[in-house]
């Protein structure tokens, strides 16, 4: 394959990776399914990442009514946001907290929701400022240290950004979501063998979630080893989300036998002082 051709493919694996990561760590901050916790707030029948596309737009529905009648309540403004990104209207999500923020300014969680809408509307800078804000030094929380870490891979900074989940890992051991976006930091950088080690560590632990296991996955298949990949991309999933997480997994790696040409290229060695952080 010609060396643009590759370096085209390999920036579209990464930017994949990248969203994934973001994905996982601001879903890991404040889920709906957590927040749902007053009558006020029309009740989820199911927690949000396995919702399929018709059930996504009915509860974004639901909920936008909720929030034309109430938009300064804190709860439902947060929950809306959360269910737009899920839709991908994330410029409609960063204007719902803006709103939602300047009505309640000192309100934490709402602070942290409006860094989360921030970053994935690509505002990274202001992200961090935000969520910063939402921090408080003498009782910080390993979600948001997280979250800033997986902000500061988008702007490229990955020295920085592992730094952070291994602090947000100082405050919670083995914690999955964190385990998972370090791994995902590797891949943005090439070095899916590192990746991966992560990435085992974090689907072993109990408290994993399918959104882990989808990213052990994807950077297996990277790999080479899309067999394997398939068998962890079905493990506790219906049918039919199986089905649709392998059929996204082969359009990320199918493409002009990239497999085995991006393990070709993986040649970094595992990073010094890393083999101690899981």
Known sequence: MPASLTTTFTNRILQGAAASLLVLVLAGCSTTKDRMTTGSVPKLTKPVEEMDATELRSATDRLGQAYEKNPRDPVTGVNYA????????????????????????????????????????????????????????????????????????????????????????????????????????????????????????AASQPTADSRVRQNLALVVGLQGRFPEAEQIARR???????????????????????????????????????????
């Open 82 to 201: 959360n269910l737009l990104r899920m839709n991908g209207r994330d410029t409609q999500a960063l204007a719902v907290m803006q709103q939602v923020a300047i009505a309640n300014p000192g309100d934490r969680n709402v602070l942290a929701a409006y860094g989360k809408a921030q970053a994935a509307a690509g505002q990274f800078q202001q992200a961090l400022d935000t969520i910063g804000r939402a921090q408080t030094p003498d009782r910080p929380d390993w979600k948001l240290i997280s979250a800033q870490g997986a902000i500061l891979d988008q702007m490229g900074r990955a020295s920085d950004a592992r730094q952070r989940y291994r602090d947000a890992l100082n405050i919670q051991p083995n914690e999955p979501s964190i385990l998972s976006n370090l791994g995902m930091s590797y891949v943005l950088t090439g070095d899916l063998r590192t990746a991966e080690t992560y990435l085992r560590s």
């Open 236 to 278: 506790e999933l219906s049918p039919q989300q199986a089905d649709a997480n392998v059929a996204y997994l082969r359009g990320m790696l199918s493409q002009q036998n990239s497999w085995q040409k991006l393990a070709a290229k993986d040649k970094t060695p595992q990073a010094a002082g890393d083999s101690n952080t899981n």
